[in-house]
């Protein structure tokens, strides 16, 4: 009998859950669909790209892992300059929009516009924002919405996955 009360439990409560699911969903297509129509996309083959990047770099980028908290060297980096893809060397984060999240993560609270594209990611079974690169795909990480001003979104990335290049 208990066994039954949960199961329909359960279920009840994923049936409440299936109207906000389909909007969220729907609501990340959007903003996928209107982002990005001027950047030229970069395709390549697997071989190509593991050959490009190192095998950490190519499980985050293509097989979109997550690499450790607070292993980024990228984390303390408080210099002025660009932050871009490491996988085709877009520019996706200005240095002036990262912030200190204390998640372990470096951590943006707004992209180069039309740098990224977003999908949503049930890999947790809870629905999250997933980032990439606009130009080659890249996984870079996910967006939150626990975020600070002025934009309230926490980019929430990889250090792996991205290049710092310090203003001259």
């Keep these: 009998m208990k066994r039954r009360t949960l199961l329909s439990a359960g279920l009840g409560a994923f049936c409440i859950a299936i109207p906000s699911i389909i909007a969220f969903i729907l609501g990340m297509e959007e903003s996928k ?34 690499e450790k908290p607070f292993s980024s060297a990228l984390n303390n980096e408080k210099r002025k300059g660009i932050y ?17 999240s204390g998640t372990g993560w470096p951590s943006f609270y707004d992209t180069i ?36 001003k002025p934009t309230g979104k926490r980019y929430c990335n990889n ?3 991205l290049k710092f290049i310090p203003k001259t």
Excluded at 36 to 61: D, E, R
Excluded at 86 to 100: I, N, Q, R, V
């Design 33 to 66: 669909s209107e982002e990005n129509k001027s950047i030229k996309k970069l395709n390549l083959t697997q071989a190509q790209w593991k050959k490009k990047l190192t095998p950490a770099q190519y499980h985050i980028l293509r097989e979109e892992g997550t």
């Design 84 to 100: 871009t893809c490491a996988g085709c060397d877009l520019p996706l984060f200005k240095s002036e929009m990262k912030y200190d």
């Design 113 to 148: 516009t039309q740098a990224v594209e977003t999908k949503a990611d049930f890999k947790l079974l809870i629905p999250r924002t997933e980032y990439h690169c606009a130009r080659c795909g890249g996984h870079q990480g996910h967006v939150f919405n626990d975020g600070p």
């Design 159 to 161: 250090g792996l996955a």
